[in-house]
């Protein structure tokens, strides 16, 4: 790539770059080691005073807390190259086996979700007639709105009761959201487009599986999730400059002026990695029309970390984590069993559970004090996981805007974003509110924008 070279103007004090990254999310790092590698000198501008963005642990007491997400899936290839060229794929520690036991709540008990074709037909997790109706999955036609909401889709091809069953506590597991309002399409991708490219669910499941393995791991690192945006970031060396917010981005003929807390700097080309509010902030002076993207809807999200004596909880821990269902009364949406995950997440002889309260179908969570968030959180869990101690150890971490919803609308807010990025060549935009909200997405979206 030709460009400025961290040219230094003597005159102006404005340091010049091929391209600025503003954010230092998984997003952005991707983006940044896949540019740097290509031969761009970047510079990477990051608010806080660590890089990662919502992958940070913390450690407090000799628990290992994440503070956003737990696991990174690894299912494309693309993802598997960008962590081997950063060195982070040999370094990764595989989920244990147990994670591949995902609990939901039924009758008052945690029941494991059946793990192949033939034990979800003998299990109870959904009774006979809605498996019978499950069987009429493959004649469904295929459906024309593009606005369909995952439960319209659900219902449609699935059914009333894998959608509050199943369906459901996912959608709390990993949107946070409400299924009544996320855009199938844009929320679940894939399995719209197995509707569309196979007619069936159960058909493109079949056809996919037949197709042969494909990537597939679910990691994290010894220090936790800030084990990959270290990782990402360790080639970048002193490209990235922490504790410097951007304040203002500006375009001035061919090149984009940014100002942040630690001087100004020129690039030809931006990518503007923030969250969506963020990133609305600071695009919308030079192109109003992406001020919409501020009011993208937010699921609100508390993580409560919590440790027991390993005998204060009668439970075998023996899987990821549970998922429960709004249907079932119970405030908490789900619990990791994290020092289960991986090793090195608790003192000897404790476990770490992370359970989440709030998300869309219950902001008001979040007004919840810290003694009251940890008392439901252990009434809810006690039933369920034989908790006969009190927690000793607790950690709570607040998240007013956890994760962007897609909803309807979403179509125009990416088309925004499209019509920035071709009104101002060299503008990026990425981000989580944009082509997936999971680490994996966020690292292949920055990994493809940094490469085109
Ligand atoms: C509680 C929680 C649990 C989750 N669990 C999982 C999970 O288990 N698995 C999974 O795959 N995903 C999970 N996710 C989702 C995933 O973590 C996020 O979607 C992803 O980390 C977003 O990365 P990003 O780089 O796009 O944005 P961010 O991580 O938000 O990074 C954006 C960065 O931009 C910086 N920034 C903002 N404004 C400015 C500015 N003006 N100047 C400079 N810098 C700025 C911010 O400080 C931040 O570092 C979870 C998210 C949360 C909140």
Redesign the pocket.
Known sequence: MEGWRDVINTDEKIMKHDVII????????AAALTLKKRGASVLV????DH?????HGVRVDGYLCE???????VSSPEVETLLRKAGLWDSALDASPHARKRFVVQDGCLVALPDSPLSFLTSGVISWGAKLRLMREPFISGGCDDDETLAQFVRRRLGDEPLRELVGPFVSGVYAGDPERLIVRHALPRLHRLERTHGSLIRGAIKLGRSGPSVRRLISWPPGLSGLAAGLAAPLEDEVKLS????SLKKSGNVFRVV?RQGEFEASSVFV???AV?AAR?VAPFFPEIAPLEQIPQAP?A?IHLGFPRAGVSHPLDGFGALISRARGIRTLGVLFSSTLFPGRAPENHVLLTA?LGGMLDREALTLDDAAMVRTVVNDLTPLLGITAAPSFQNI?R?PR??PQYERGHQLLLDACVRAEGEFPGLHL???YRGG????D?LEN?RMLGSP
Do not use: H
């Open positions: 503003i954010g230092a999310g998984v997003s952005g790092l501008l990051e608010a806080n890089v990662g963005g919502a992958a503070r956003g997400p737990n696991t990174l899936m410097a917010p951007v304040e942040s990695a923030t969250d963020a600071l999200m993580v989440f971490v998240w956890a994760i990425l981000g989580n909200i999971s680490l994996g966020c920055g």
